[in-house]
């Protein structure tokens, strides 16, 4: 018996809460925006049926506060809240809250969401449903010498991985025990730093693998499917930078063997509504488990866009108790897409950040182009969030044809007032091994190298 939800909460801020609450609306459900007393003129707070500030421009105190959250949600009479990606979206505190509240979270339950939160717990869980797993520490590493004798029996290099969050925070690559040292220290100052939590555990280090995804849905009547994988190699400092769908780099069979993997790991753990799995593939199509991701991810309008299925509107469906709308042998994958995310950095001086007004914005479009944006002429670039701008997307039949309608996007697309990194990422649309599909995880940091030589 499906319970339709009438008005959601959208607890996030910038593209993905202009993304959700645009979803909303071609549904028939109420939204409301949540807001900082910084995103008061945010385009999210114009376009929701309503909104409400909950706090001030620091994140601990507003978008991160869980108490405001549930508060503005009771406040407005929200019977649902969707946590969007990043903040609390894997907060399992938080999805507990909501249940406490009788506040539907749109996502897995709070239970799925901490076991998978913990990487060396999902780990084990992984190993214990078959699924291979990258050779490791077997649990928290609390100590220099235990990282040694650790790092010793698996082999150098190793990953130094932080046990809570990501994006590359208290992530350390050490090739030798000479590096060991500041390199545990550091890691273990930055994940508490960042997550509050300074646990760390070991890995074997992978060199120069394939970064792939799997996106599953599952309802709550224990149907499980995929829509396909995404290939997310190229990265800076382990935080995605362009992503595909699908991996043409990767054999059939090799992704076959994924989605399998990613089926019965999704039905081992219980998990329900939208997720994704990561995976290392190695040279040698040696395939590992890295992570599950209990949120809806920054790429999946890629998925969507050889699907032609709307993510988030599968996850209200599932959230509301409604069973799958789609069988797997309904999914089927239709050209490429790609995905350059948008940030407001100076790429010609290290990436650092860049804030200001947008005094001149020109968006790109034409055949085979999605734009997933909150900016506008006039809006204030702030210090206190993420650097993301924008997400613009290319789709066509071929790789090549999507590579070819990202150059034309990236040439039209215009941000005056903040630097940003359009024309790093015009560099790699021109690569020859990019266009060759002949990289790893490593490229960036290679032709970073070779450049600087």
């Known amino acids: 018996m499906s319970k339709n939800i009438k008005k959601v909460l959208v607890a996030n801020r910038g593209e993905i809460a202009v993304r ?6 071609d549904m028939g459900i109420k939204s409301v925006a949540i807001f900082s007393e910084a995103d008061r003129e945010s385009l999210h707070t114009r376009i929701a049926d309503e909104c409400i500030c909950i706090g001030p421009k620091n994140v601990k105190d ?14 407005t009479g929200a019977d649902a809240i969707h946590p969007g990606f990043g903040f609390l979206s894997e907060n399992s505190s938080f999805a507990k809250l909501c249940e406490i509240y009788n506040i539907k979270f749109i996502g897995p339950n709070s239970k799925v ?6 990487k060396d717990i999902s780990k084990k869980m992984m190993q214990n449903a078959g699924i291979s797993i990258i050779p490791g520490s077997d649990g928290i590493v609390d100590s220099v010498d235990l990282a040694k004798k650790i790092s010793k029996n698996i082999g150098y290099p190793i990953i130094i991985k932080a046990r809570s969050g990501g994006g590359g925070k208290g992530m350390r690559i050490v090739h030798s025990e000479n590096e060991m040292d500041n390199n ?15 646990g760390l555990y070991i890995e074997k280090y992978i060199v120069e693998p394939r970064h792939i995804e799997v996106q599953i849905m599952a309802d709550e009547f224990g149907n499980v499917i995929h829509l396909g994988g995404r290939d997310c190699s190229i990265q800076k400092n382990h935080q995605k930078v362009i992503e595909e769908a699908p991996p043409t780099a990767v054999s059939k069979e090799i992704m076959n063997k994924l989605y399998d993997m990613s089926i019965r790991a999704t039905r081992y753990v219980g998990y329900t509504n939208v997720g994704t799995i990561e995976y290392l593939v190695s040279k040698n199509d040696e395939v590992f488990f890295m992570e599950m991701n209990t949120r809806i991810q920054v790429e999946h309008p890629v998925t969507e866009m050889v699907t032609g299925i709307d993510i ?13 709308s789609y069988t797997q042998e309904d999914i089927k994958i239709d050209g490429c897409a790609i995905e350059c995310r948008i940030n407001a950095y100076d790429s010609d001086r290290d990436f650092i950040p860049s804030i200001g007004k947008i005094r001149g914005l020109n968006i790109p479009g034409g ?19 993420d650097s993301m701008l924008a997400k613009v997307i290319s789709f ?8 070819k309608i990202m150059r034309r996007v990236l040439d039209e697309f215009v941000v005056e007032g903040v630097k940003t990194n359009i024309k790093f990422n015009k560099m790699i649309m021109n690569d020859f091994d990019y266009i060759q599909n002949n990289y790893s995880t490593s490229f960036l940091e290679d032709k970073m190298r ?4």
């Open 113 to 118: 969401i901490e076991l998978m939160g913990n």
């Open 396 to 403: 066509a039949k071929t790789r090549e044809e999507a590579i």
């Open 312 to 324: 988030v509107k599968e996850q209200i469906n599932i959230a509301s108790q409604k069973r799958l």
């Open 450 to 453: 070779t450049e600087g030589e």
């Open 62 to 75: 507003s978008y991160l506060n869980k108490v405001q959250v549930i508060n503005a949600a009771i406040v």
């Open 367 to 385: 055949y085979g182009v999605r734009v997933d944006s909150s900016i506008y002429q006039g809006y204030d670039v702030l210090p206190f969030y």
């Open 184 to 198: 545990f220290k550091s890691a273990e100052k930055e994940a508490e730093n960042a997550f509050g939590d300074g």
């Open 20 to 25: 959700v609450i645009r979803t909303l609306k």
